[in-house]
């Protein structure tokens, strides 16, 4: 009778969500971050934090674990509050590609490759990492294997194979031909025994290295069905297991499986709008249709990740002067800001992905810009992620000029943006003599009525509160 009044509390607040129009102003917000808690099964600790994803290899020309802490205490400083480590496993030897083979060619998940260190020195990273406030989540692998992981000779029958027997690497089901990784073996989801011991491999971190959560590499890959294998299992050993999914499944999310996944298609957006080739309106009919697609959790929105930087190019190739303001956008709108490691230097190249390459810090010439956006975020209730936040109303979506406001309890922001490289001009229909603009520390103090002038890719976030 419990679990099925609690599933009626769902249905209606999910139908009255549903039924709501979307206007430009509305009474605030008063749920409770413990009733959000209890409605979505998310992590409370993660209401109002950002992520950072760490390349060990590449962070510093160490390239070890014991280099990279020593960034911890500017990290911290800069308001970073998870750090996602990208694969930090042995790497497979057979069938590599490059000199130093792709990280997410897994030899052994319970073991760390020695380029970066030892156990211990990991282990001291961890401690590090949460007496300074931080979470840490790692990256796994579950669809494939390196060629030589110790399950190749001992577990054959966890593996996918062809008429003859061959283990195989991952193949697309859409043409049934390889998708080109042939440094993996791609891992059979119909054995239960693997699904077991991959499971095991996952608590073991949690369990004994007290870790925080995972990201999924290829998580739209792997059945469903483990997926719920996993929720239940890692659950049972950390309650409030943080998890991110490098997909955009919504079933993923609303069973609760996840409470994280990646904001792929917005990502595409803003790298269209730099290039001119879309406008407001293409963020607001993203929203909208999100919205129907998605009952719990929320996306990671991003400029740039490692896939994106080494593959489709840097921040500054693909959007160029439009960089802030698109950054500034995904970090206000709906979901949880992630940073690449390196954008705050600002990363100007495309790093290696197979040999050893360095970010080359120095300069930090974007680290105040993060600091402050990191903080506008963290400061305004209305900017908290997912449901813990306020909902976006759509003020304003003409051609160049977007406006948005988000209101949480007693806080409301309102965002204001030129996505275009030309001069633009605005009526606001909305009074913001009470505001403050968050990046100019100073009053905006315009009426209803009024107009403002935006040069090419401003952009200005104000707030009821100082």
Same mark, same amino acid.
């Given at each position: ?43 409370? !600790? ?6 950072? =994803? ?18 911890i ?47 211990e ?57 390889s ?11 119909d ?13 073991f ?86 919205k ?18 080494? !593959? ?10 439009a ?28 790093? =290696? ?43 304003e979506?003409?051609?160049n ?10 806080n409301?922001?309102?965002?204001i ?11 606001i ?6 505001y ?13 009525? =009024? ?16």
């Amino acid at each position: 009778m419990k679990h099925y009044l609690i599933s009626l509390l769902c249905l209606s607040l999910l139908l009255l969500l549903s039924c709501k129009e979307t206007t430009t102003s509305k009474e605030p917000s008063s749920t409770t971050v413990e009733e959000v808690e209890m409605l979505e099964n998310l992590p409370e !600790w993660s209401k109002d934090m950002n992520m950072y =994803e760490v390349n060990i290899r590449q962070f510093t020309p160490e390239g070890t674990f014991s280099a990279f802490e020593k960034h911890i205490p500017r990290l911290q400083k800069m308001g970073v509050d998870i750090l996602w480590l990208m694969p930090i496993y042995p790497i497979s030897e057979t069938k590599k590609k490059g000199s130093l083979g792709s990280y997410y060619a897994v030899s052994d998940f319970t073991k760390v490759n020695p380029e970066f260190g030892t156990m211990e020195e990991f282990q001291q990273l961890v401690k590090t990492i949460h007496e300074s406030g931080m979470k840490i989540i790692l990256d796994f692998v579950p669809n494939h294997t390196g060629w030589d992981h110790i399950w190749i000779t001992e577990h054959p029958e966890y593996y996918t194979k062809d008429k003859d027997g061959n283990i195989v690497d991952p193949i697309d089901p859409s043409t049934g031909e390889s998708w080109g990784w042939t440094d993996v073996a791609d891992l059979n989801f119909d054995n239960p025994d693997m699904r077991k011991h991959m499971i095991s491999d996952m608590a073991f971190w949690i369990e004994k290295e007290q870790i925080d959560g995972f990201r999924m590499d290829v998580a739209h890959g792997v059945p469903v069905s483990f997926w719920e294998e996993v929720s239940n299992a890692l659950t049972s050993v950390k309650k409030d297991v943080f998890m991110l999914a490098e997909s955009e499944v919504p079933e993923l999310r609303n069973n609760r499986y996840f409470q994280v996944d990646y904001g792929w298609e917005f990502h595409h957006i803003l790298n269209d709008i730099a290039k001119g080739e879309k406008g407001p309106k293409a963020i607001k009919n993203w929203l909208n249709d999100n919205k129907k697609k998605y009952t719990k959790g929320w996306h990671i929105q991003f400029t740039s990740n490692h896939d994106e930087n080494s !593959w489709a190019g840097t921040t500054e190739e693909r959007m160029g002067d439009a960089h802030d303001a698109l950054s500034a956008l995904a970090f206000t709108i709906e979901g949880m800001p992630l940073i690449y490691g390196g954008q705050e230097e600002p990363l100007m190249k495309r790093l =290696e992905f197979f040999e050893k390459d360095d970010i080359g810090f120095g300069s930090y010439k974007k680290a105040d810009w993060y600091t402050k956006i990191l903080a506008i975020k963290k400061e305004n209730e209305a900017l908290w992620n997912g449901p813990f936040g306020g909902e976006v109303n759509f003020i304003e979506t003409g051609e160049n000029i977007l406006i948005f406001s988000r209101q949480k309890n007693a806080n409301d922001v309102i965002a204001i943006f030129n996505l275009s490289d030309k001069t633009s001009s605005v009526t606001i229909d909305f009074d913001a003599t009470q505001y403050n603009d968050l990046f100019m520390n100073k009053a905006f103090g315009k009426s209803k009525g =009024e107009s403002i002038e935006l040069g090419p890719w401003e952009y200005k976030i104000l707030s009821n509160e100082k």
